[in-house]
């Protein structure tokens, strides 16, 4: 199976957030840094290119409702994070898979060889410069597509 992205934007909320900080609880402060992905597979019926749009456009405002997770973490000066709602928006790619649905669908198991799915993300990169979203369209064999959120740790 390989992955071949051909575009990177970023997705900027549809209208302003409000701004501010968040501070995080202390649970959050204590719990491991991992990453979370979220796999969502659909039936595609509008050209790639139409439904790639229509993603970004979704997402734009979805990033107006939930502003925080087109911000950034900070790091205070005691070592805790926050998060900045700065707008700086959500990493979009496009990719497009070499394999059918049949590869994933019905039965799917998660494993290992299905990190490369996921956006590119350098998991030893400085958390404070990661967006806090990612997200990725993949255009399979011969029309279905998936969508992922998260960033998969490789």
Not at 110 to 131: H, K, Q, R, V, Y
Request: hydrophobic letters at 40%; a negative charge.
């Amino acid at each position: 199976m390989e992955v071949k992205r051909s575009m990177h934007s970023v997705v900027y909320p549809a209208s302003p957030s409000p701004g501010g900080v968040i501070e995080l609880s202390g649970i959050d402060q204590i719990a491991q840094r991992v990453y979370t992905s979220i796999l969502f597979f659909y039936a595609g019926h509008a050209p790639v290119q139409e439904a790639s749009h229509m993603l970004k456009g979704s997402l734009s405002q979805a990033l107006s409702l939930y502003y925080p997770l087109a911000g950034r973490f900070r790091e205070k000066i005691n070592g805790e994070l926050e998060i900045v709602c700065n707008d700086e928006g959500a990493s979009f790619f496009e990719a497009w898979v070499d394999c059918g649905i049949d590869r994933f669908l019905p039965g799917f198991e998660c494993s290992p060889e299905f990190n490369i799915l996921g956006p590119p993300l350098d998991a030893s990169a400085d958390i404070t410069s990661i967006p806090l979203l990612l997200a990725q369209v993949q255009f399979v064999a011969p029309s279905p597509f998936s969508f992922l959120l998260g960033p998969f740790e490789p």
